[in-house]
């Protein structure tokens, strides 16, 4: 057990839907496992709904984690299980969730912990529409006191809700109380990005527009609507994917060194990149519907709501004026891959002409155990100077065997436990990505059909000089 933290009382809302029994109960029971969650804490799950009692919630969590995580410590989980209950609550009406809450304090203080001491967790996994008035509600009920929120994304529907939410948010908590959610940044690979390239003396000189022709950042999913219609139809990919977690990798690829991990330089480092983004070009933006969408459970039989999203992105500063980055994501898409594709510029020799069709490419995938790619451009065996290409290949996984990667939510839910929140995103941040993506929403782009399992419209297709890595130049 950690014992430096203080007792923590966790309430999760949305506590029987997807996303914890997916990510947030398996999460927490392997930081439990690890030994990684404070001495005394407690889960109180909470939702409109009651699952039942509180031993049949603690059993579909039971269930959920032999899904998701497999082979249970019995005492670990006797124990966890031992520490959950559930409490409905709605933002009309939340006094059973504070009197449950104030319950569970009061019983750490007759174990010897100070209810003045213990810390509230309140993860907020509720549509944009809910946010407010719950907010709302644990204010009235004095449940913001000594509380850590965190909110999920998205952080409102348009610029104005967004601000709407972050006004709601300010007037009852310190900004330092609010931990907004991208679970991207909580991803192993995606933290190995900031090692790759500022600790090597290969990479950091040549991450700018002299070296790099364009950047990729590619994120199709095999992954259809799987129950989640009516969350889609109020949000679409571009609110789901693109303003959140494209340009969160876009921005940890592309900002400048914030010298420190410190929470505010990496903050600030990544805000003032996101300044730099030059207003998105319709022309250049494609968004895509797969055929069957609109079969699928929740959605209208003629919804425009777009499933895919391809665009263009420049970045007005001195390091990536010229460097086209390029980002895709879609649901129903050809494979599932979270790639980002650094191509290099071809040097301006002539002694080696016709170089130009092999990739030379740096590519990062976002696994769990991070691999990175360089392709470059060799001499054939033989006796012309004619070229060929050829690959280094890494895999962290296999090269650092004994590595403990974290999954993303149960990294992130334990930077939250110790108050750390340089991977997570500031208002500032949010605000900015808001104004980069609202034109779009304003004035949208047409939809265009796709066929499952393919790599998305044509016009996306065509929309990168050289085409796109993912389904082109990798499996040439
Ligand atoms: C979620 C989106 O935030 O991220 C989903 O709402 C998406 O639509 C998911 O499928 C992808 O996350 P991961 O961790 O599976 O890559």
Known sequence: MTEKLPAHVLVLFGATGDLAARKLFPGLYRLAAAGRLPHDYVIIGSGRNSPGTDDEFRQQVRDGLDDTVGDLDADVID??????SFQTASSDDGADLAAAVREAEEAFDDEGADTDDVRRLLYL???????????????????????RLVIEKPFGLDLQSSRELDAALKDVVEESQVYRIDHFLGKEAVQNILALRFANGLFEPAWNAKSLASVQIDVPETLAMEGRGSFYESTGCLRDMVSTHLCQLMGFVAFEDPDSLDEKCVRDSKAELFGAIRPLDREHVVFGQYDGYRDEPDVAEDSDVETFVALEVHIDNDRWRGVPFYLRTGKAMAQTRRTITLRFRTPETTLLRGAEPIPDELVLELTDDPKITID???????????????????????EVPHGEPLEAYERLLLDVLNGERTFFTRADEVDRLWQVIQPLLDDRPEVLPYDKGSWGPQRAIDLVEGGWRLGGSEES
């Open 79 to 84: 124990d966890f299980l031992g520490r959950i």
């Open 125 to 147: 996994s509720l549509p944009p529409a809910a946010m407010q008035p719950m907010i709302a509600m644990l204010h009235t009920e004095g449940l913001t006191e000594r509380a």
């Open 376 to 398: 470059v451009r060799a001499k054939m065996p033989g006796p012309t100077m004619d070229l060929t290409g050829a690959s280094f290949r890494l895999d962290l996984g296999e």
